[in-house]
């Protein structure tokens, strides 16, 4: 089985999408087969990959709530061994259209137990909600990266994250698990950075990742071409962080 994956936090633009983009970019690297899913209606990793969700025929609205099989949704990305299943702004209808249907919170783990044995590693970019579609991504997921954004407000909002991470493994999903916090958006010459950092290893002792992700333009730009930072900008900082990211998990993964 695949290592699934979700990257949450109901807080928005605190580095999800660039997380998952660029960690699917380097797994996909080192040989890993992973999918990267987009629930998120702003469909910003779909782009971000060079994707125009404009000129497809199918996203994942259609497989979630339209019946399409997933692998006529999923695409291959220019990157071997990288695929994505998009997303599109229909999405955004498919959290008030499930409302009425029946085990709504199981519909994306539905496609990942049809296509998951096709893939090593399954990440999941979650939208900043706490609403239907992220649900979804929970109760697919196995385990978590909970992005934060080393800035002031970073650990605001997370108890209420963990706390609802609580009721969905009592309610829906027992086996989910924090694989970890990943800090983004580091600036080392700045002390609020550094705060950010000693304040979460203190609150989450041992599951914050030893990889940090610095600011880093070259991250902020890739997107604009379509293009992962390891086509954009392999040498640049941000590349080498997510590189080491990819590395710290593959780690991990072969400890277990
Ligand atoms: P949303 O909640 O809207 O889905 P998100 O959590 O997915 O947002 P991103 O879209 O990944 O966050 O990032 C928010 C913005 O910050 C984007 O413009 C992105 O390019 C930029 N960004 C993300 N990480 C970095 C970084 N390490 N350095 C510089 N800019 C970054
Ligand atoms: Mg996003």
Redesign the pocket.
């Known amino acids: 089985m695949p290592k699934i994956i979700g990257?949450v936090?109901q807080?928005?633009?605190?580095?999800?999408?660039?997380?998952?983009?660029n960690l699917a970019a380097y797994l996909a690297a080192f040989g890993k087969h992973v999918l990267l899913i987009d629930i998120?209606p702003?469909a910003?990793?779909t782009s971000g990959v060079g994707i125009s969700f404009s000129k497809l025929p199918f996203n994942l609205y259609h497989s979630l709530i339209g019946g399409i099989l997933p692998e006529d949704v999923i695409r291959r990305t220019k990157l071997f061994g990288y695929d994505i299943m998009p997303s599109g702004p229909d999405l955004a209808g498919a959290a008030v259209e499930l409302v009425y249907v029946k085990d709504r919170e199981f519909k994306l783990k539905d496609i990942v137990d049809k296509v998951g044995r096709n893939y090593d590693y399954i990440l999941i970019?979650?939208?900043?909600s706490l609403g239907l579609l992220t649900i979804n991504g929970l109760v697919a997921a196995r385990e978590l990266i909970i992005?934060v954004?080393c800035e002031y407000y970073a650990l605001e909002g997370l108890s209420h994250l963990l706390n609802t991470i609580s009721l969905v493994k009592e309610n829906l999903e027992k086996r989910l698990k924090i694989k970890g916090a990943l800090l983004?958006?580091?600036d080392r010459r700045n002390k609020l950075s550094q705060e950010v950092k000693k304040e979460m290893v203190r609150n989450f002792p041992g599951y914050v990742f030893d990889t940090v992700?610095?600011?880093?333009?070259?991250?902020?730009?890739?997107?604009s071409f379509g293009k992962t930072i390891l086509q954009h900008s392999p040498d640049s900082e941000?590349a080498i962080?997510y590189r080491s990211l990819a590395e710290e998990i593959i780690s991990l993964d072969n400890k277990k």
Do not use: H, W
């Open positions: 990257l936090n807080k928005g633009g605190v580095g999800k999408t660039t997380s998952a983009v998120d702003q910003n990793a970019d979650c939208p900043p992005p954004q983004t958006m580091y992700i610095p600011r880093c333009i070259k991250l902020a730009e890739a997107p941000g962080a």
